[in-house]
């Protein structure tokens, strides 16, 4: 039985930067597109960063394109997503998510029910 487990949540000023992390377990991420989602209080989840394997197709959303990347550390079996210059608006849950490597990265990122989700970690912005 795989599963993910985020860390690296926490209250961050604007324009400071956090690192989340996603570690996988019961299987190896390279294989899988993998993604991170984020869901604030009465808004719909958004798809902020998706890969698929070796990085052939990426996906970025608009809302953070330039500020955010996804990256993968295959030895250790994690997903990283890297988010700078933090704004308010960024304040939701994140969650990694992944799912077969046949699907393209923009494809994950508004998939409806991915086969793997994480458990989500609470990203605050606020002064």
């Known amino acids: 039985q795989g599963q993910l487990v985020e860390s690296g949540g926490g209250l961050v000023q604007p324009g400071g930067s956090l690192r989340l992390s996603c570690t996988a377990s019961?299987?190896?991420?390279?294989?899988?597109?993998i993604g991170w989602f984020r869901q604030a209080p009465g808004k719909e989840r958004e798809g902020v960063a998706c890969a698929s394997p070796s990085d052939l197709s990426t996906y970025t959303a608009d809302s953070v394109k330039g500020r955010f990347t996804i990256s993968r550390d295959n030895v250790k079996n994690t997903v990283f997503l890297q988010m700078n210059s933090l704004e308010p608006d960024d304040t939701a849950t994140y969650y990694c998510?992944?799912?077969?490597?046949?699907?393209?990265?923009?494809?994950?990122?508004?998939?409806?029910?991915?086969?793997?989700w994480g458990q989500g970690a609470q990203v605050t912005v606020s002064s």
């Open positions: 998510a992944a799912d077969r490597g046949s699907l393209t990265a923009d494809t994950l990122c508004s998939w409806p029910s991915p086969r793997y």
């Open positions: 019961g299987f190896t991420l390279d294989i899988y597109t």
